[in-house]
């Protein structure tokens, strides 16, 4: 005989561990699915968290630009009237915005100016029954 001290489980035959194969594989998925979740949790904690912040920050750098045109009424307004100042400032942003929604407008036409994808296929569809107007090569 032999002295040797190997456990059952490296004596196990290779029908043995072929059987036990889809068990593992099965656990094996499902660790990888928990640590995909575990995952999504903390990307959605962090991206939550993240959002938060930058909504604080714009909210501080809207009153920022409030205070910048304060500054440019109360700058103005050492060298002509006060409500000229302030008169002159809401012109030019009323131009401004005027200026950014005709462009606005603008990509909103181009909406639809593109093809229809639907259109698209049912010109292909007639092309293949040969009705239509399509090209012959």
């Given at each position: 005989?032999t002295?040797?001290?190997v456990?059952d489980?490296n004596?196990?035959?290779?029908?043995?561990?072929?059987?036990?194969?889809?068990?593992?594989?099965?656990?094996?998925?499902?660790?990888?699915i928990d640590?995909?979740?575990?995952k999504a949790?903390?990307?959605?904690?962090?991206?939550?968290k993240?959002?938060?912040?930058?909504?604080?920050?714009l909210?501080f750098?809207f009153f920022?630009i409030?205070?910048?045109?304060a500054?440019?009424i109360?700058?103005?307004?050492?060298?002509m009237?006060?409500?000229?100042?302030?008169?002159?400032?809401?012109?030019?942003?009323v131009?401004?915005?005027?200026?950014?929604?005709?462009i606005?407008?603008?990509?909103?036409?181009?909406?639809?100016s593109?093809?229809?994808?639907?259109?698209?296929?049912k010109?292909?569809?007639?092309?293949?029954?040969?009705?239509g107007?399509?090209?012959r090569?």
């Amino acid at each position: 005989m032999t002295d040797r001290t190997v456990s059952d489980k490296n004596r196990e035959s290779l029908a043995t561990l072929i059987g036990n194969l889809p068990g593992l594989v099965t656990a094996l998925i499902q660790a990888e699915i928990d640590q995909l979740k575990t995952k999504a949790q903390h990307l959605g904690s962090y991206a939550g968290k993240g959002a938060i912040f930058m909504v604080l920050a714009l909210i501080f750098v809207f009153f920022a630009i409030g205070t910048l045109v304060a500054v440019g009424i109360l700058a103005l307004s050492l060298v002509m009237p006060a409500w000229l100042a302030a008169l002159i400032v809401f012109v030019v942003f009323v131009l401004i915005a005027a200026v950014l929604a005709l462009i606005g407008v603008n990509f909103f036409k181009k909406l639809s100016s593109d093809p229809n994808p639907i259109e698209s296929v049912k010109k292909d569809i007639r092309a293949v029954k040969g009705e239509g107007e399509y090209d012959r090569y």
